[in-house]
């Protein structure tokens, strides 16, 4: 069955400084994968995708994310954190048709001044 | 564009009470989904339609819950008897299979249930 691991529960980073966070997934066949922001009380929203192509993948707000298929990882970057990114970051893996769709249990990032 | 519209935000009741959760997707999205997230953990798939049936109801306690989506626009999900454990927010999503979103689901601001 397919499913997502992110390691990291909470991380702290300092304005200014870069960003990684951590994905690796399980699934049958190829996957596609995902990563999504969540800001304190709002619906989720899509920061970048990976279907095939390129392995590094560029987002909105800066953020980028590199498919390693040899270790089942999609990890999620961005080389200046800004106060804003402060939020709860997913990762998801789906199939085709976008049915099995499944989420991480997420990281929170706290941004220090 | 519109977005993805659900109702109620925020719902509190009683355990063993009853509850229902509205969702309306985005115009001309085919697919439709319910999320179940429970604090400090990611969503966790309830259902999934396409237009009107459904492609995943593996995750669905069926026993309390149940999902409705008749004309395949809007979609109700209900939980009855709700249970201490049900407490969440409740996300609707939808998506396009093609163009340029697909893949991408885009979710609603969530309803937020608690049962005391």
């Known amino acids: 069955a397919q499913s997502v691991t992110q390691p990291d529960i909470h991380i702290t980073v300092s304005e200014g400084a870069s960003l990684e966070l951590r994905c690796n997934y399980s699934?049958?066949?190829?996957?596609?994968l995902f990563w999504y922001v969540q800001s304190p009380g709002q619906g989720l929203q899509l920061l970048l995708k990976?279907?095939?192509?390129?392995?590094l993948v560029q987002g909105i707000k800066g953020f980028e994310a590199e498919f390693k298929r040899s270790q089942s990882s999609f990890n999620l970057r961005k080389p200046s954190v800004h106060w804003s990114d402060a939020a709860e970051y997913f990762c998801?893996?789906?199939?085709?048709?976008?049915?099995?769709?499944?989420f991480g249990a997420g990281t929170r990032l706290t941004v220090k001044p | 564009e519109a977005g993805v519209a659900q109702s109620p935000r925020y719902k509190i009741i009683e355990k063993r009470q009853s509850v229902a959760f509205w969702c309306n997707p985005i115009?001309?999205?085919?697919?439709l989904y319910w999320y179940q997230q429970i604090l400090g953990q990611g969503p966790k798939l309830l259902i999934q339609?396409?237009?009107?049936?459904?492609?995943?109801d593996s995750q669905l306690p069926k026993d309390r819950f149940s999902a409705e989506r008749l004309k395949g626009v809007d979609s109700t999900l209900k939980i009855q008897p709700a249970k201490l454990e049900d407490s969440a927010v409740y996300l609707c999503?939808?998506?396009?299979?093609?163009?340029?979103?697909?893949?991408?689901?885009?979710f609603g601001e969530g309803s937020r249930l608690t049962v005391l």
């Open positions: 999503a939808s998506s396009s299979p093609g163009g340029g979103t697909r893949g991408e689901l885009f």
């Open positions: 699934y049958g066949a190829t996957p596609y």
């Open positions: 990976y279907f095939s192509g390129d392995t």
């Open positions: 998801a893996v789906g199939g085709t048709n976008n049915n099995d769709m499944r």
């Open positions: 115009s001309g999205h085919a697919t």
């Open positions: 339609f396409q237009n009107n049936g459904v492609v995943d």
